[in-house]
């Protein structure tokens, strides 16, 4: 007997021995769950290695496994709570029991309803009546013009800057990179303090382009970030060679650069495009109740009356973020793909 | 370097006859130059945008120049006063004069009531004093004016108040970074601590530092080993776990918080399992949010992303036969982890740990929202000072020296590990 | 300011296609969300809608005149009308951030008593209108607590009614609370509070239950509390107290005794490119009439003496709204208004130490 099929058998007699104390199937499932997932992921170690060799790698794996859990729970468990019949955060007995009674979509209705002069309405007049009103749909809207205006820009000033940034004769590149990455490293409140006090100066605040520049700047280290790395592994002798060729800086950039770093780009762009998406002080500041953007909404949510439609809007929002994530995995791939460099 | 007027004739030139040298130091001007012009949008974006309202916000903690603005005759005639009794009557009547005129235009930002805001900060309980003598005042129309003002209230009998207008007329002052470090005027004008009862930034800004070091090193401490496995797996199983690190790294910070607050509140999940399971009694809930538990808690789950991801590039360059060399060598399991394996990680510690650090100290929503009173922190006093006591100076003066904290851990960081390394998964 | 001009142009430009939907006869009335915005669209926003064909944006916000200084300052007025606190008030009116507003707009009561006689004493001020007359009290929860409190000291007393209390975060209202229940009267809590010794006393007070306040900050917040067992009692404004048993049937209680009341007023932000309609709104909404009708959906008095008769009953069920209201003389036996000058001077000195005994 190898010394995983003793860990099994020990586990397998832990599950039993947990069961009949506690006769209680979730508490057991929850178990094998937790104490189950490292052994699984358990590999036979080299020959010479001891029972204790064996314990110690378990142990490894278990912690990392309540990491894991850690990191993801408060993310799967908004997704049940959204369809919460209640007005709670809590699951209800009939929830636990799978009750259907329990569940509704009322929260989802309530993105559309909040706000709304009649939500009672039909047809034409319920439709202009949920664009012009609702506050969630009204914040949605903003949070996309916002975040979308402030991405262009970003990614459009962030990646002419990264072009010259990873060029060879950059005079002051580190004191230039530094200056272009601050508004990561600077804490937000004192960012939004700042241009709080300077917008509300030259009129700015208080309006889109405000909380457009403002989010932009937020976006740019990202999008330098991405970008130059981008081009760190980039041949620069293909330049020379479109430019051989006798193509004009446009062209090159169009035909031979653009297409290369268009992913980097890209990754960039979302990180920047997230960052405005998800950004609550500077709105804090800067935005008036014209300018609400979703995570404005949710913070008063929060704040005024705590209600589940946070949670529904969040669940939409994970979703979105998970394709989003699938997005840049792809486009991970396909840079892999074009650099020749084949996973391992 | 050698000067270029040295050249002889027997140097190569180009073919318009300059000498190669110049021509290529001509060029690599021009490139530079390109290359310079390239990131120049940007760089007067950021500046316009960024560094300049932070300027501005530096020079606002520094300058206020309200007084002044309310006070323009007065202000000129005070400097001569020898701060010994009351002003000189020819100086109390400019002030009486402009407080008059200023009630007259009421002009935004240079009215009684903003001198008044001004002076409140110093003196406390004189704000009413000046909005309601100035009331009066409107009906005073001849001297002497220092008795008048004696007449309407007494309080004006004071030289300590005198004093206070006259550091307040000048529009540069300490006074706003003295008050973020709980320090204060006397009544003699000397720089001394506030009152201990009052004393709150200096206390705050150590509470701040203290919970920013706390949940570094528990993110450390959680990072270390699940960058390690992942760094360790094959590229298909860690690319999938990944996506357990990157989707909580992705969704809203608000979101998360919320669901912390579902979690951890007392009719919570945790609470709830605790009680199924029998571990405590449906009274004894335990109190896990709207405390430093809770803050701590969910700001751990909010930066841990930010201490995997650098740990977790560096790690992934550390070949494994380093630790296997080790060992065969006859070090034991934990010695080559401590003399081998754990040095290579430094730069990963180090980007990780003063990112995490950084971001903890600037955080002030999740503090706010599930760190009850334990929750105040000096992020949410500058808020709270922009936003509902309007002391703009006084935030000011805070954030500034919360950047100062910053700018020298940001200095650290580019000189251990350089920001250029600084990247996202 | 060229560059100002240039930068509000193209700001305009961006935002054009948002901005669409604004058309000129609108404006936005800005209150504090929750139930009492709701007693304010019905009673005002609908019927002046209604009449007018003009129409209303309503915001929510949480207090405070931040918002008012920085679109006043910027030059860039976007709230119309706004309801604030009385501090608030005059130290925005003091500030110049504020349009003044003639008494002669208002129109005479129902029973043709001129405005000025007609609205409560030091309702009208020189920028703003009162509305409404609230107040914060303590309510509990009658169902957990069978024989429940009946004073101001039962509140602070752990022993005899053990469990969690809410308090709102901030100085103001909590150190006269302290003082009351320490057995100052609420006529004299003022004079106390003027003095060093009488602060020392009301933190001393308050240091007593410190461990077990949950701090609130939104009106929203005390109901949703009480009603998720977080705390046994909790201050909160009478109105929100009320509705939550009107409108959800919870069984809150409030006690009456040493309530702290104040006004709640309109006021207009200076430099308002709707001011003419945001006045009209202003003198409508305070009609004898609407503030009457308003009290049938939210319990806080009405600052017109002539809305007093017209008080009936609440909108939908058969509650009584006179005895609920704060106003009503067997609420204010031990009572007081909260006195604007003492907060004026002192806000800013009291919060710091607030915050410092807080966080320590």
């Known amino acids: 007997m190898t010394k995983l099929q003793t860990g099994y058998i020990i586990f397998a007699v832990l599950t039993v021995l947990v069961f009949i104390t506690t006769s209680s199937v979730s508490v057991t499932l929850g178990f094998l769950f937790l104490f189950g997932t490292p052994l699984f992921f358990m590999k036979a170690l080299p020959a010479y290695s001891t029972h204790l060799n064996y314990f110690n790698k378990y142990l490894f794996l278990l912690l990392c496994t309540f990491i894991f859990v850690f990191l993801i729970t408060p993310i799967l468990i908004i997704m049940p709570l959204s369809f919460n019949a209640e007005p709670y955060f809590t699951f209800t007995e009939g929830m636990l029991t799978f009750d259907s009674a329990a569940y509704s979509f009322r929260w989802y209705q309530d993105i559309f309803f909040n706000g709304m002069i009649d939500p009672a309405a039909t047809g034409a007049a319920w439709w202009s009546d949920m664009w012009e009103n609702a506050q969630w749909v009204r914040s949605t809207r903003n949070s996309f013009f916002i975040a979308i205006c402030a991405t262009l820009l970003a990614t459009g000033l962030g990646t002419l800057a990264a072009l010259g940034l990873s060029r060879a004769e950059m005079p002051y590149r580190a004191a230039i990179t530094s200056l272009l990455i601050s508004p990561m490293i600077v ?158 | 370097m050698q000067d270029s007027s040295t050249t002889t004739p027997e140097t190569l030139v180009t073919a318009d006859g300059v000498p190669l040298k110049q021509k290529l130091i001509q060029s690599t001007r021009r490139a530079r130059w390109r290359a310079l012009l390239l990131t120049l949008p940007l760089v007067i974006f950021v500046l316009v945008s960024f560094i300049f309202p932070i300027g501005q916000m530096l020079l606002r903690s520094v300058n206020n120049d309200t007084a002044s603005n309310v006070l323009p005759n007065f202000t000129i005639a005070i400097q001569e006063w020898d701060e010994q009794g009351l002003p000189p009557e020819e100086t109390i009547e400019l002030f009486v004069k402009d407080m008059q005129v200023a009630r007259e235009k009421r002009e935004i930002g240079k009215t009684v009531g903003n001198l008044a805001t001004r002076i409140n900060y110093e003196i406390p309980g004189s704000r009413s004093l000046f909005t309601s ?42 006074y706003f970074y003295m008050a973020a470090l709980d320090l204060k005027y006397d009544d003699e004008g000397n720089i001394t601590e506030a009152d201990e009862l009052y004393q709150i930034y200096v206390s705050n800004f150590f509470k701040t530092l203290r919970l920013s070091a706390t949940i570094t090193f528990i993110c450390l401490l959680l990072a270390f080993p699940v960058s390690y496995l992942l760094s360790t797996l094959p590229l298909k199983t860690s690319n999938l776990l990944m996506i357990l690190v990157l989707l909580p790294f992705w969704t809203s910070l608000l979101v998360r918080t919320t669901a912390w607050i579902a979690i951890l509140q007392t009719e919570g999940i945790i609470n709830d399992i605790l009680v199924f399971i029998g571990l405590v009694g449906e009274d004894g809930r335990v109190q896990m949010i709207y405390n430093q538990t809770g803050t701590i808690i969910a700001m751990v789950h909010i930066l841990l992303p930010f201490m995997i991801l650098p740990l977790f590039s560096v790690m992934k360059t550390i070949p494994p036969s380093y630790m296997r060399a080790a060992s065969s060598m006859g070090a034991k399991t934990f010695t080559a982890f401590r003399r081998v394996y754990f040095p290579l990680t430094l730069p990963g510690i180090a980007a990780g740990t003063l990112l995490v650090f950084i971001l903890a100290i600037g ?18 006093l500058i808020a709270y000072h922009i936003q509902k006591s309007l002391n703009w100076s006084l935030g000011a003066a805070l954030g500034s020296l919360l950047l100062a904290i910053v700018l020298i851990l940001y200095w650290l960081y580019n000189k251990i590990v350089g920001i250029e390394k600084l990247s996202f998964g | 300011m060229k560059i100002k001009h240039f930068l509000a142009t193209s700001a305009l430009t961006a935002g054009l296609a948002l901005a669409a939907s604004a058309q000129a006869n609108e404006i936005t009335v800005v209150s504090w969300g ?42 860039n007025v976007t709230w119309d009308i706004v309801d604030v606190e ?121 240091d007593t239950i410190k461990d077990q306040v949950v701090w609130w900050e939104a009106g929203a917040q005390p109901p949703q509390l009480l009603a998720d067992g977080e705390v046994a009692m909790t201050t909160a404004y009478n109105g929100r107290i009320f509705n939550a048993v009107a409108g959800e049937d919870k069984p809150f209680e409030i006690v009456w005794d040493g309530h702290i009341w104040d006004l709640d007023l309109w006021v207009i932000p200076k430099g ?35 809305s007093a008769p017209l008080v009936g009953k609440f909108h939908n069920k058969d509650i009584d709204m006179g005895p609920q209201m704060p106003t009503a003389p067997e609420n204010l036996t031990n009572a007081t208004q909260n006195n604007f000058d003492f907060w004026a001077d002192n806000a800013d000195q009291l919060n710091e130490r607030f915050n410092a005994w807080l966080t320590n």
């Open chain 1, 187 to 344: 804490p937000l409140v004192i960012t939004a303090t700042g241009m709080f006090f300077f917008y509300s100066d030259v009129g700015l605040a208080k309006t889109y382009l405000g909380v457009i520049l403002a989010h932009t700047t937020l976006g740019i280290p990202f999008v330098i970030i991405t970008v130059t790395a981008t081009l760190s592994g980039f041949d620069r002798s293909l330049i020379r060679a479109a430019e051989n060729l006798g193509a004009d800086g446009w062209t090159t950039f169009r035909k031979v650069i653009m297409p290369l770093i268009l992913p980097g780009m890209i990754s960039g762009a979302l990180f920047a495009f997230i960052t405005s998406f998800d950004e609550v002080v500077a709105v804090l500041f800067i935005a008036d109740v014209e300018q609400r953007t979703i995570p404005r909404q949710m913070f008063s949510g929060i704040r005024e009356q705590i209600s589940p439609t946070i949670l529904a809007v969040a669940t939409v929002m994970v979703i979105l973020s998970i394709i989003l994530l699938g997005v840049l995995e792809l486009l991970r791939r396909r840079t892999e793909r074009l650099r020749g460099v084949t996973p391992a």
């Open chain 2, 133 to 174: 003598s100035s009331r009066k005042l409107a009906k005073v129309t001849e001297g002497p004016y220092t008795e008048a003002l004696l007449d309407i209230n007494k309080k004006w009998d004071n030289p300590v108040l005198w004093r206070s207008l006259k550091r307040a007329t000048n529009d540069y002052t300490p």
């Open chain 2, 363 to 380: 955080y002030y929503i999740t503090p706010a929202l599930v760190g009850g009173e334990d929750g105040l922190l000096i992020s949410n």
């Open chain 3, 34 to 75: 929750g139930a009492y915005t709701k007693s304010q669209v019905e009673a005002y926003h609908k019927p002046w809608v209604e009449q007018t064909g003009n129409k209303i944006v309503s915001e929510d916000y949480n207090g405070g005149i931040a918002e008012i200084k920085a679109q006043v300052e910027a030059g």
């Open chain 3, 86 to 206: 009385l501090s608030d008030a005059i130290r925005a009116c003091d500030e110049g951030l504020l349009e003044t507003i003639d008494p002669g707009i208002l129109p005479a009561g129902a029973d043709g008593t001129p405005a000025e006689q007609d609205f409560i004493e030091g309702t009208l001020h020189e920028c703003a209108v009162a509305n409404i007359v609230w107040t914060t009290i303590f309510a509990y929860d009658s169902s957990k607590i069978a024989d429940g409190p009946t004073t101001m000291a039962d509140f602070f007393d752990l022993e005899k009614f053990p469990g969690k209390r809410g308090l709102r975060k901030g100085a103001k209202i909590n150190l006269e609370f302290a003082l009351i229940a320490d057995g100052v009267s609420a006529a004299d809590v003022y004079d106390v509070l003027d003095t060093p010794e009488g602060i020392d006393r009301a933190f001393a007070k308050l």
């Open chain 3, 272 to 306: 308002t490119p709707n001011k003419e309609l945001a006045m009209d709104f202003l003198a409508f909404s305070t009609a004898t009439e609407q503030l009457a009708k308003q009290a049938s959906y939210i319990s806080y008095g009405p600052a017109r003496k002539s």
